[in-house]
Every structure is written in structure tokens, then in C-alpha cells.
């Protein structure tokens, strides 16, 4: 049985986004820089990058990253869409209790977010991956509900306490053993396997978007370059330079299949 300040902290770590939403931050931040120095050679070659790429375009590289591997996507998807749930529970947005209407709207909370999550992983990698990416998410979030019922959730305002103290009431073993299976498997997906893929992911030797090749002009000699996409600017490409390492504008440009640039960090 838990002691009432360690469920109030809970509670308060729940309706602030709790462990998931820390990990989701520092990935945030951390991944696109580490996946932008990693390609394009660290140092002065990372700054110019950012600064071709402008602030307003920096999220595109966390957003490459995700389109091209459909594992971190349907990974970090599972966990947006429990933390998501479980902060608006922790906030009361989930009705607890008996009732047809409350178990309904359980239900309808439950299942909308993912298949949202099943039809955007759908989009990108296909059919399969959408089906484990949405049955992944319900279950997790399923799973959050089932802490409501056990007693190692309370919405907030609800007072401190055990389930014990709710009429004498103990959930049966089946639903705590569902509970703690449901806490291990997030914990495990949120601060082992999402970080560890983010930053595999960062450290794959592969652009985060496009590479083209482009008539890029230097005073007067023309040269065809390839270029990591920053931008486009009129009918031509802003884009890190791969052959002379600079930022640089192409025009003419064609787009190549491979996005790799060079060996993966583990190589």
C-alpha cells in the first residue's frame, strides 16, 4: 500500500506530465543537435547549419528524423499519446465512477487518440506498423485507467488515501498486476527505448531531409554539388554543401535516393 505523500506526489508529478514529459523535452532538444553535428562534422559546421536552416525551420530536423525511421516514430507516438492521456487524467479531464455515460466517455477517451496516432504511422510506414503503434497506445493508456480503478491514481482534488480507504473496496489481483505490468512497460518505452532510438536514429550517418544535387556557381566556375536541403529560396535550394562543407545555393537541383552521408556513429 502506498503512504499518502508518496500518492500526492505522484499526483502532482501526473498532472505536471510526470517522467515521460521530462524525457520528451530533453529529446527535444538534445536529439536534433546531436543528429545535426553527428552528420554534418560538429563544431563551426553545426552552427552554420542552424543558422542556414533559420530558427523557424529548426524543428524540421526532429521531424526528419521521425519520418525515416518508422520504429522511433511508432515509439515516440505510443508515449505522446500516454502522456498526453495521463496528464488531462491527472487534471480530472477522465471521469471516474460507475455508469454507463462515464464508462462511455472512458472508452471514447481512451481509443480516440490512437487511432489518431495509428492513422498518422499508417500514412508514413504502412498498414502494419499503424495496427502496433494503435493497439501499443491503447493498451498503455487502457493501462492508465486501470490505475484509476486499482487506487495508484486519483484525479487531482481527490483526497489522499489509499484504495482502502475508498468503503473498504480491494481491486482484485488480476487489475494490480495489470496496473504494474502497465507502469513497467511505459517506464521501459519512455526512458529506455525512446531515447536509445532517438539518438541511434541521430547517429545513423543519414540526413534528416532531402539531398540534392545542384548547379552550385562560385564566382565563375559552376560545379554540381551535393547539398543536405536547408531551404528553398526562389527557384533554387539553400543547403549545406557536402563537397566543400559550406552553406550554399543551388539551382537545377534533382533529388537523390540515398540520404546517407556518412557511416554510422557505431561503425
Not at 510506414?125 to 491514481?153: D, S
Not at 564566382?219 to 536541403?229: K, Y
Request: net charge neutral; glycine share 12%.
Amino acid at each position: 500500500m502506498a503512504h499518502p505523500d508518496e500518492e500526492a506526489e505522484e499526483r502532482s508529478a501526473d498532472s505536471k506530465g510526470g517522467p515521460g514529459h521530462t524525457v520528451l523535452l530533453a529529446v527535444a532538444f538534445a536529439v536534433p543537435v546531436t543528429k545535426v553535428a553527428y552528420t554534418v562534422g560538429g563544431g563551426a559546421a553545426a552552427r552554420d547549419v542552424f543558422v542556414g536552416m533559420e530558427p523557424a525551420n529548426w524543428p524540421d530536423v526532429l521531424i526528419g528524423m521521425v519520418l525515416t525511421d518508422p520504429l522511433l516514430a511508432s515509439v515516440l507516438a505510443v508515449v505522446v499519446s500516454r502522456v498526453v492521456f495521463a496528464l488531462f487524467a491527472a487534471r480530472g479531464a477522465v471521469p471516474v465512477g460507475g455508469g454507463v455515460v462515464r464508462a462511455f466517455q472512458r472508452v471514447a477517451l481512451t481509443v480516440v487518440n490512437p487511432v489518431a496516432m495509428a492513422v498518422l504511422v499508417t500514412c508514413f510506414f504502412g498498414p502494419w506498423w499503424g495496427l502496433g503503434t494503435g493497439l501499443a497506445a491503447y493498451a498503455l493508456r487502457k493501462g492508465v485507467v486501470v490505475e484509476y480503478r486499482t487506487g495508484r491514481r486519483r484525479p487531482h482534488g481527490h483526497r489522499g488515501g489509499s484504495h482502502r480507504d475508498d468503503g473498504g473496496f480491494r481491486p482484485p489481483l488480476g487489475l494490480r498486476r495489470a496496473a504494474a505490468l502497465e507502469q513497467w512497460a511505459a517506464l521501459v518505452l519512455t526512458v529506455f527505448a525512446l531515447p536509445v532510438l532517438a539518438f541511434v536514429a541521430a547517429l545513423d550517418g543519414q540526413a534528416w531531409t532531402s539531398i540534392v544535387r545542384c548547379e552550385v556557381t562560385e564566382a565563375t566556375r559552376t560545379e554540381s554539388n551535393r547539398l543536405i536541403e536547408l531551404g528553398r529560396k526562389g527557384n533554387g535550394v539553400v543547403g549545406w554543401n557536402l563537397d566543400t562543407e559550406e552553406i550554399s545555393n543551388g539551382t537545377g537541383c534533382t533529388g537523390e535516393e540515398s540520404l546517407y552521408v556518412r557511416e554510422p556513429w557505431w561503425r
